[in-house]
């Protein structure tokens, strides 16, 4: 293969960042702007090792599972890279993308029979997420624009609003820009590091209806305080809905000459500093900087398949590895005798904690550091919490420490459920944990909680003994 070679190929699947990939001569090739089942006419334009670029031509035959994308900067942005694949044919990818990794990368040949029912978004596919974040710049005429970064580039694209978040947001970011044209406060400019106002961040409580307002600001207060708090209000009432309610207006200080987004520190402008929301009954705090799981729905009904796989009657010792702030521990504990969690961020550790004495939960006990090095340190001692029946793990994209699957081996729970962002990981896991461990993967649940992202996120049974 060479570049500039034309050839007809088939699309077979995607790529995290949204590619077609097809094949020739059994060589992978990554083309931008198509979707599985097309078939079409590329040009090579890079040729690596193992794989290979090429330019979509022309669309021979399109694929039926094409779509119109419903959001028109789907393409610029890069954060829906599924948009013009139907949602039926999305989750098919990514079923088969956690199979294939289960089967190539974790030697289960069965990887199919063990799968169930994926759990896809049950009505509507959009307006999932509660947290947006919204950067504020200027256009080429000098007009505030709120919308996200074009890729590789720090240029705002102006959006009117964003499909995976609530409806409420388009007019909270109308709402900002008036704000802005009527004060004359100043917006930040990455080169020089001058200028106020940094992002907008907004955070709905989809079960309680909370709403809370955040402006990210390159200073210590903004002008106007009152001003902004009605045109908000107005904002609000402007969406029209009888269970929203502005409960938050906060301000987030970010001084540095960074990526980061999110400042050390928060004043209240109006209302409380922080709002509320559920899990299942779990009832969580959430403030500007609170980690929380962006789909609260999905990750209600993924956490019930955890719970359903820990297999609980009251009587469990439960470790959660990789913890955070307690979302599955504290879902467990009402059915476990006690449910310890770690966690390396101590801020985490801090609200797991206040969730639990939030929700009156007396039977969990957290840990901050690394799950390697703490739980292998509890083991050693053969003190409380040494012993599990059932562990979940939860780690992060580069999976499980070799250590703690050391360690897990060792404490021999009867169930370990692992809660994956990443199935070549979760793969690469379950493989160690079988090959060292004699655990067997018995089944496992993948569950949609980034629908028109190539993200997917899966549930795993695994025991070294039979299970119901
Ligand atoms: N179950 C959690 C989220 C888990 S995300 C929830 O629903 O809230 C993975 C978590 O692992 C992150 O919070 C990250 O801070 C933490 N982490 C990363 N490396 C770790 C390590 N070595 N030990 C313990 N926690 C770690």
Request: aromatic letters at 8%; glycine letters at 10%; one cysteine or more.
């Amino acid at each position: 293969m060479q570049k500039n070679d034309i050839y007809e190929i088939e699309i077979e699947d995607m790529s995290e960042d949204g590619s077609g990939i097809g094949h020739v001569d059994g060589m992978a090739v990554f083309v931008k702007d198509t979707a599985p089942g097309d078939v079409a006419e590329i040009k090579i334009i890079k040729v690596m090792k193992r794989y290979a670029y090429g330019k979509l031509m022309s669309l021979i035959r399109p694929s039926k599972d094409r779509v119109e994308p419903p959001c028109e900067v789907a393409r610029q942005c890069g954060g829906c890279t599924l948009q013009h694949v139907n949602y039926g044919a999305q989750l098919r990818l990514k079923r088969n993308k956690v199979e294939n990794c289960l089967r190539r990368i974790g030697g289960i040949e069965n990887a199919s029979d063990l799968c169930e029912e994926i759990l896809g978004m049950e009505d509507n596919p959009f307006r999932f997420r509660n947290k947006m974040q919204f950067p504020i710049g200027r256009d080429k005429e000098g007009r505030p624009v709120l919308g996200f970064y074009a890729q590789r580039t720090h240029c705002v694209i102006p959006v009117a609003d964003c499909m995976t978040g609530h409806g409420v947001n388009r007019y909270i970011i109308e709402a900002v820009k008036e704000y802005i044209n009527e004060t004359g406060v100043s917006i930040y400019d990455e080169e020089s590091g001058t200028g106020l106002l940094r992002h907008l961040i907004t955070r709905t409580g989809f079960t309680t209806g909370e709403l809370m307002v955040a402006l990210v600001i390159n200073g210590d207060d903004i002008p106007d305080r009152e001003l902004l708090v009605k045109m908000l209000e107005e904002a609000v009432r402007g969406y029209g809905s009888d269970n929203l309610c502005l409960t938050s207006v906060m301000i987030n200080i970010n001084k540095e000459k960074t990526n980061r987004i999110i400042g050390f520190e928060s004043k209240r402008v109006f209302g409380r500093d922080y709002i509320y929301d559920y899990i299942g009954n779990v009832r969580f705090r959430i403030s500007v900087e609170s980690f929380f799981q962006v789909n609260p729905y999905q990750t209600g009904r993924l956490y019930r398949r955890a719970l359903e796989y820990a297999d609980l009657t009251g009587q469990e010792t439960v470790w959660d590895m990789y913890c955070g702030i307690g979302t599955i521990s504290l879902f467990l504990s009402e059915q476990a005798k006690k449910v310890y969690g770690v966690e390396i961020v101590p801020q985490a550790i801090e609200d797991a904690r206040g969730n639990a004495e939030l929700n009156r939960i007396k039977n969990t006990e957290f840990f901050v550091g690394k799950a390697e090095d703490v739980v292998t340190e509890i083991y050693s001692s053969g003190g409380d919490g040494s012993h599990a029946d059932v562990v979940v793990v939860d780690p992060p994209r580069k999976g499980c420490d070799g250590k703690l699957l050391d360690t897990l081996i060792k404490m021999n729970p009867e169930r370990i459920v692992y809660v994956s962002c990443d199935p070549a990981t979760l793969a690469r896991d379950i493989k160690i944990l079988s090959e060292s461990g004699g655990y067997k993967l018995k089944k496992y649940t993948v569950c949609d909680m980034f629908s028109h992202s190539g993200h997917c996120e899966t549930v795993a049974l695994l025991s070294r003994n039979e299970v119901r």
